[in-house]
């Protein structure tokens, strides 16, 4: 399964395309989400990140993330790739997703890259690395930046493996996130997508369904994968 930002629409959390309520409707990625943004205007982008942060930790899980999480209870092998960086698939119970665009809990030296567990904020953001006093940066993936190689690996992996891939929420448009749906295809296996912009259609191997995933996931998980106590 491969999810993106409209898991987390019905938990509050803005989408990236989306006309008007997208963040990159409102913000520009140039200006927040690269490298040299961050070199121009550490303090702005830090501030952003913190603006999201903040928004994620005060959202709750929904529908769609509890529903992914009891699917992966209810069958063999399952693996839950996402794009978010909000975390809540984690706070809804999932273990282990692969986040192949990190997670904006973390924050990591924009120096030497290293994970740094213990910070403190400063009045004068960003804070600092204490090893080696060089700005820290979220650690998500920007813009013209190289996805976690274990993390894409693992993802390329699931999807050459796996039997059916679902794709969830997620415009389709970021490689190279945007190309497991089609590994998965290549290598047999049927694959869904559910976002508000596709067509309806079941053509084997491929299918589109236009819905929310709060409403509809926690129907087909039931559906297609009963539990004794769902059957009825
Ligand atoms: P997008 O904003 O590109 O796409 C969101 C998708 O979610 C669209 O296809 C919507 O139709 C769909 N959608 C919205 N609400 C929904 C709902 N309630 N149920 C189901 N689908 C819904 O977001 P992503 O595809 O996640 O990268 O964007 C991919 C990457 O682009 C992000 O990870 C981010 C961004 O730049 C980085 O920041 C590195």
Redesign the pocket.
């Known amino acids: 399964m491969l999810?993106?930002?409209?898991?987390s629409?019905?938990s509050g959390l803005?989408?990236?395309?989306?006309a008007q309520t997208?963040?990159?409707a409102q913000y520009d990625?140039e200006e927040l989400?690269t490298p040299q943004a961050f070199r121009r205007n550490p303090r702005l982008v830090w501030e952003w990140y913190a603006w999201r942060r903040q928004l994620a930790a005060a959202a709750q899980p929904?529908p769609?993330h509890v529903a992914l999480a009891a699917l992966a209870q209810r069958v063999p092998e399952c693996t839950l790739i996402t794009?978010?960086?909000d975390g809540l698939h984690t706070r809804a119970g999932s273990v282990n997703p692969i986040e192949?665009?990190?997670n904006l809990s973390r924050v990591k030296c924009f120096d030497d890259g290293r994970v740094v567990e213990h910070w403190q904020a400063t009045a004068d953001p960003p804070p600092r690395c204490p090893d080696c006093g060089g700005m820290l940066r979220p650690d998500?993936?920007?813009?013209g930046?190289l996805l976690p190689r274990t993390a894409l690996d693992a993802a390329i992996a699931a999807a050459q493996a796996c039997d059916v891939f679902l794709s969830?929420?997620?415009?389709?448009?970021?490689e190279p996130?945007?190309a497991l749906p089609r590994i998965a295809l290549q290598c047999g296996a049927t694959v869904v997508l559910?976002?508000?912009?596709?067509p309806t259609r079941a053509t084997p191997p491929l299918y589109a369904i236009?819905?929310?995933?709060?409403?509809?996931l926690p129907a087909l998980v039931d559906a297609v994968w009963p539990t004794p106590d769902s059957i009825g």
Request: proline share 4%; glycine share 14%; hydrophobic share 50%.
């Open positions: 999810t993106g930002a409209g898991v629409a019905e803005p989408t990236f395309r989306e997208g963040l990159w990625p989400a929904n769609a794009q978010n960086v192949l665009h990190g998500v993936v920007w813009f930046e969830i929420g997620t415009s389709g448009l970021v996130a945007a559910i976002n508000l912009d596709v236009n819905a929310k995933a709060g409403e509809l």
